[in-house]
């Protein structure tokens, strides 16, 4: 199995960028499609991005195409997402995920296996 954490977040103002890091540890982090959710007070947590194994192929949510890019370094076991032009609606706490199976139902959260606690990310002036 493995473990992941989640660094990174912060409060940053409107059009702000940040990148967010997940570095996993315990087994062989390659292995696993990886993914970034978020939760909003009062939501239910959603699908953000989405990289395969091998990083060749990435998916993104609707609300973020064009702002955020998810990135993997499989020799460094770690996952970025870099964040650009963030808005107070971005607001939330993200998790990272991992899954073993590599299945193309990469955007329910009943896919992934493990989870780190989350960073929180908030968007404010």
């Known amino acids: 199995q493995v473990q992941v954490e989640e660094s990174g977040g912060g409060l940053v103002q409107p059009g702000d960028s940040l990148r967010l890091s997940c570095v996993a540890s315990g087994s062989t982090f390659s292995r696993y499609s990886t993914g970034w959710f978020r939760q909003a007070p009062g939501k239910e947590r959603e699908f953000v991005a989405h990289?395969?194994?091998?990083?060749?192929?990435?998916d993104y949510a609707d609300s973020v195409k064009g702002r955020f890019t998810i990135s993997r370094d499989n020799a460094e076991n770690v996952l970025h997402l870099r964040m650009k032009s963030l808005k107070p609606e971005d607001t939330a706490v993200y998790y990272c995920?991992?899954?073993?199976?590599?299945?193309?139902?990469?955007?329910?959260?009943?896919?992934?296996?493990?989870w780190g606690q989350g960073t929180q990310v908030t968007v404010s002036s």
């Open positions: 995920a991992a899954e073993p199976w590599g299945g193309s139902e990469f955007t329910r959260t009943s896919q992934y296996v493990y």
């Open positions: 990289i395969s194994w091998s990083g060749a192929s990435t």
